[in-house]
Nanobody, 119 residues
Framework: QVQLVESGGGLVQAGGSLRLSCAASGSTFNPYIMGWFRQAPGKERESVAAISWYGGITFYSDSVKGRFTISRDNAKNTVYLQMDSLKPEDTAVYYC????????????WGKGTLVTVSS
């Protein structure tokens, strides 16, 4: 089955930048959409950004639009999230999300990477 491994999280000051990576592996990897979710303490997991694998169509939540950019490298089976102008409110565990073409209504997850933004 497909495995998803996130990296790139860490501690950054407000106004700074980070780039998250999600590397997928497995012979059955065939995505419809890849994306990023996040979960802050005491809050539910929320969608941040997504990208269709073949067309490259993107989606962003209103809270990050204009600051975050999602991209993918099809040859490397990797999706990225470039985060600029970070705010303390962006502090959360960020999770990679995978929806297969065969079952695009089902979600698969990585284990997450922590992003902490200090003031």
């Amino acid at each position: 089955q497909v495995q998803l491994v996130e990296s790139g999280g860490g501690l950054v000051q407000a106004g700074g930048s980070l780039r998250l990576s999600c590397a997928a592996s497995g012979s059955t990897f065939n995505p419809y959409i890849m994306g990023w979710f996040r979960q802050a303490p005491g809050k539910e997991r929320e969608s941040v950004a997504a990208i269709s694998w073949y067309g490259g169509i993107t989606f962003y939540s209103d809270s990050v639009k204009g600051r975050f950019t999602i991209s993918r490298d099809n040859a490397k089976n990797t999706v990225y999230l470039q985060m600029d102008s970070l705010k303390p409110e962006d502090t959360a565990v960020y999770y990679c999300n995978y929806r297969p073409r065969a079952t695009p209504w089902k979600d698969y997850w990585g284990k997450g990477t922590l992003v902490t933004v200090s003031s």
